[in-house]
């Protein structure tokens, strides 16, 4: 316990970060990939194929890859500079998005075509057709998928821990430098297990909570 209690402000800190980073690489990838999913079912060609390239390029990428390009490659390229937090927001939005626009293209696939053209019918443009009629079903069909993207989200903002971000991960080092003594990191993972098993099982809680209220909505 006493890598837990002795060290409450960096625990603190480290589940700050942790949520941070999931809850802003989330907000990212749930618009960026909403928009992708999209144009993945786009009539437009053009929409389409950057669509297709978007998800190709970046789901076949390691994250671990693109977290190398935002914390090292970014910073070379003369732009506005971002604090190390920010860049992983925004690296782990932009990956969990290819995975919530394939789980979207899923969900809307599952919503009738008979819907759509109905919808196109009465004069409706392909935006609102989707924001109208068929994302709001797309995204009740999928919640079980969409929320397992968002568990590997949230386990994979241990990555940030080796670029220089202090969450759940980094504590290993932090925490076992200043304990020093035998056991301590084992210790330490242990606790950190703990609090992903607690967060995960809280979103499992949400997942369910959406189940039964979208599907009562039916």
């Keep these: ?16 970060n942790t949520i941070v980073l999931f809850l802003g690489g989330g907000a990212l990838a749930l618009v960026l990939g909403t928009i992708v999913g999209a144009m993945r079912v786009s009539p437009v060609p053009i929409a389409r194929g950057v669509g297709t390239v978007y998800v190709n390029l970046i789901r076949n990428t390691p994250l671990t890859l693109v977290f190398f390009f935002f914390v090292f490659g ?7 500079e ?3 937090l920010p860049l992983g927001i925004i690296a782990l939005g932009i990956y969990s998005a290819t995975y919530v626009a394939e789980v979207l293209r899923a969900g809307i696939n599952t919503v009738p075509v008979g819907q759509a053209e109905a919808a196109r019918a009465i004069g409706l443009s392909f935006g609102q057709v989707m924001t109208l009629v068929v994302m709001p079903q797309a995204f009740r069909s999928v919640v079980p998928p969409m929320m397992s993207v ?3 989200l949230l386990k994979n903002t241990t990555i940030a821990a080796g670029f ?5 991960a980094a504590l290993r080092a932090t925490v076992a430098d200043s304990a020093n003594r035998p056991g301590t990191v084992m210790e ?5 297990a ?9 979103l ?12 009562i909505a039916r």
């Design 1 to 16: 316990m006493d890598a837990l209690l002795g060290n409450l402000d960096l625990w603190g800190a480290a589940i700050l």
């Design 74 to 80: 970014y910073p070379k390229l003369d732009l506005p």
């Design 82 to 84: 971002i604090p190390f």
């Design 150 to 152: 968002f568990i590997a």
């Design 164 to 168: 220089g971000i202090a969450e759940l």
């Design 188 to 192: 330490i993972l242990l606790w950190v």
């Design 194 to 202: 703990v609090v992903f098993i607690v967060l995960v099982m809280l």
């Design 204 to 215: 499992s809680l949400l997942q369910r909570h959406f189940e039964k209220k979208w599907r």
